[in-house]
């Protein structure tokens, strides 16, 4: 019950099976107050489709804790204000985690488009600097706990081959983190970004866009041949969040796994 008391802004969270809806069910299970932000549009023109929002919201409820509460919040954060209207409608907060990106519209450098890259970075990296920003005015000094979690990909363990945007973006992230974390120490937020490796939220199942056989050779790539479950990562999102993880500061930590890219 480490979290009861605090209130914790998780975005990302629009599908069951999701990283943000694994987080949250984590935090809500050590005391937390939720709001939970979901940005459905963008699921439904991806190839593993929309969760509904209820069955999303259920499978978190039961984990709640101490009366705890829980708010969900739509918003396409990569709209300008956004990210500002959405602390601001969440109330005073501990902990912030941006667990949300962009899908798709991505590309080769060679392929690359002016409209792509300025989408992946308004919403993977912009949305997350501003979100950090007015998380960071609002937060009392004096108030202990001050949490925020960004997330980032495998772009300094290895190449990512056709997500020149994306990979642009959340590269930003992992090497802004130092700085960040810099500026927030002194007002008693602690900043981590955490890479989760690859994780089966719905695109490494069959059927969604990779072949059998590729998701065999990959899963082959794991000692323990499997691919990453959406808690994996929650789990040490949660420690980090909690008073034990004070003492992480300004890391970008990698939760692969053991995953191999020879």
Known sequence: MSLRGRTALITGVSRVDGIGAAVARRLAAMGADLVL??????DTDQPW???DLDR???SIRPHLTGGATLTDLPGDLAAPGAPEALV???GPLD???CNHARSGGDGTLADITLDELDGHWATDARSVLLLTKAFAAQHEPARPGGRVIWMTSGQQQGPMPGEVAYGAAKAALAGITPTVADELADQGIVLNTVNPGPVNTGFLSPGMGIDDATLDSLRERFPGKRFGTPDDPARLIAWLVSDDGEWVVGQVLNTEGGFRRG
Do not use: I, K
């Open 56 to 58: 999303v919201l259920d």
């Open 37 to 42: 932000h979901h940005h459905r549009p963008h």
């Open 95 to 97: 902990v912030l985690v």
């Open 88 to 90: 601001r409608e969440a």
């Open 49 to 51: 489709g929309a969760d």
